[in-house]
C-alpha cells in the first residue's frame, strides 16, 4: 500500500499542542467510505478529512472515529491550512470545497492583534431564481 499523504493540524490556535487537532488526508482520486473510516480509527483524533481534487476545487469529507459528519469546522480550517501549507494553494487563493452539506469557501486573512494568519470559512446557499 502506498504511503498516505496525512497532515496533523491544530485548528483555533497559533501553538503547537493546543486547540482543536484534525488529521487531514490528500487522496488522489475517490477511496470507500470504509477506508476513510478505517483511517480515521486509526488516526484516534476527534475529526479527520479527506480531500480528493476535483474541477474547481476540493470534494471534502470528514470521519470521527465512528461515524461520516454531515459538517465539521474545525476538520475545513486544519484542511484549508493544510492546502495553503503544503503549496496546493498559494496563499491569495481561496479554498474551495464540495461537501455534504453544500459549497464552502476558506479564505486566508491577516489577524491584526497577534501578527498571524486567521482564516474565514464561508457555507455557501443555494437561491430560488
Known sequence: MP???LHHVDSFTDRPFAGNPAAVCFLDGPREAGWMQ???REMG???TAFLEPVDGG???RWFTQEVELELCGHATLASAHALWETGRLGAGETARFQTASGA???ELGERVKRGG???TVLQGR???S
Open 3 to 5: 504511503a498516505l499523504d
Open 38 to 40: 478505517d483511517v480515521a
Open 45 to 47: 483524533l476527534s475529526a
Open 58 to 60: 476540493f470534494h471534502l
Open 104 to 106: 464552502l469557501t476558506a
Open 117 to 119: 494568519q486567521a482564516v
Open 126 to 128: 443555494l437561491l430560488a
